[in-house]
Every structure is written in structure tokens, then in C-alpha cells.
């Protein structure tokens, strides 16, 4: 099984969205040995954005040698993708949306063509067949009541994943993080609990 990982947190071992990826992935050596995991992390190691001087490299047809080390970039996390039969994104909540990090892997491994394409009944993903692992740590409560209309996050992921034609997604929710300790420790408790499970028995499916 090759599973990618996909962390994009700014705040490295504080944080709450790379604890519960370490966990899971603790879970899945335990439940399947026969696994590769390639970790992309563009928290620490962040994404160059796309410029005037590169985004050709996405939307045309690369010829400088700034658009050519891009689409170089592009080749290699969109081939990350294809090779994964799993695929973790570790997502906090900044500003009520993604990191721009994050922002930055989706500008580059969405490519017409490759990862999605144009139809006459509009876009199709191209990534099918893959399970997909959300995880998303908020500071709030989002996913329902009067929060839920700031939520940027999850809707945007939803909308991106589908895009590409990841539409088999579990989303594993640490939230209320600012509400104390206890229920920052609870929330983190119950999301690292749904990924074991998940560890053992839904991705076992996926392989």
C-alpha cells in the first residue's frame, strides 16, 4: 500500500494536525506492514506560489526555465498522487480557511489534462479509485451551528478534492482546540480514535 501524506502545518511538532498524522501513522505500521509512506510537507518545506513567471507551468505551455522548474514541480507532486493509494491531508484552520501552503500544492498538482479534465457535462477528476484521509484541526466549532458560515476550510477541501476526482474522503474534525484544555485534549482523543480505526479497518479496503 503507498499512502501520501500531506501536512501543511506552520507550527512542526506543536502542532495539533501533525501529532494526529504521527498517530495514524503509528496506527497503520501497526494494522500493515506492507506500507510506503511518502510525506509532503509543505508546512515546513512550503511551495513556491505561482507567479507571472511560472504559471504557465500550469495553465499553457512551459518554455522559460523558470516555467519548466515549475512544471518539473508539478510533474513530481502530481506523480506523488497517481502512485498513492491513499491519500492524507493534515489541514489546520487559518483565518477560517487552509494554509496558503496548502493553497500552493492544489495550484500545482491541479492540471487540466492530468488530474482533471473538461467535459461537455463540465470538469471530471481524474484521481479516481483512491481513499482519502481529511484531517482538520480548528481553534473553533465549525462544522455546525452559527460557526459553520465562517468555515473556508472544509467546503474549499470538499470542492478541490472532488475537483480532482478524490471523492472518497473520511474527515476526521479536532476542534474546539481553544476551548481549554480538556476539551482540546478530548477533541484531539476522539480524532485520533476515528483514525485508528480507520487504520484498521477501512484502509486495508483501499489497497
Known amino acids: ?72 514541480l508539478s510533474d513530481e507532486l502530481i506523480a506523488e498522487l497517481q502512485q498513492a493509494d491513499v491519500i492524507v491531508i493534515a489541514s489546520p484552520m487559518y483565518n477560517f480557511g487552509i494554509s496558503s501552503t496548502l493553497k500552493s500544492w492544489f495550484d500545482h498538482v491541479a492540471r487540466a489534462g492530468v488530474t482533471f479534465r473538461y467535459t461537455e457535462n463540465g470538469p471530471e477528476g481524474l484521481l479516481k479509485g483512491k481513499k482519502t484521509v481529511a484531517i482538520l484541526s480548528r481553534a473553533g466549532f465549525y462544522s455546525e451551528g452559527p460557526g459553520s458560515v465562517m468555515d473556508g476550510q472544509e467546503p474549499y477541501l470538499r470542492a478541490m478534492l472532488g475537483f480532482i476526482g478524490l471523492d472518497d474522503v473520511a474527515w476526521i474534525r479536532a476542534e474546539k482546540l481553544a476551548f ?19 487504520a484498521r479497518d477501512a484502509l486495508p479496503l483501499a489497497a
Not at 183 to 192: D, K, N, S, T, V
Open 1 to 72: 500500500m503507498n499512502i501520501l501524506v500531506v501536512s501543511s502545518s506552520a507550527n512542526g511538532d506543536a502542532s495539533v494536525s501533525n501529532g494526529l498524522v504521527g498517530r495514524f501513522v503509528e496506527s497503520v505500521r501497526e494494522h500493515e506492514r506492507a506500507v510506503n509512506i511518502v510525506t509532503r510537507d509543505v508546512g515546513a518545506h512550503p511551495l513556491p506560489h505561482l507567479t507571472n513567471e511560472t504559471v504557465a507551468a500550469i495553465k499553457g505551455a512551459p518554455v522559460t526555465p523558470a516555467e519548466l522548474e515549475a512544471r518539473n
Open 180 to 198: 481549554g484544555p480538556e476539551a482540546a485534549g478530548q477533541a484531539i482523543e476522539e480524532a485520533a480514535e476515528a483514525l485508528g480505526l480507520i
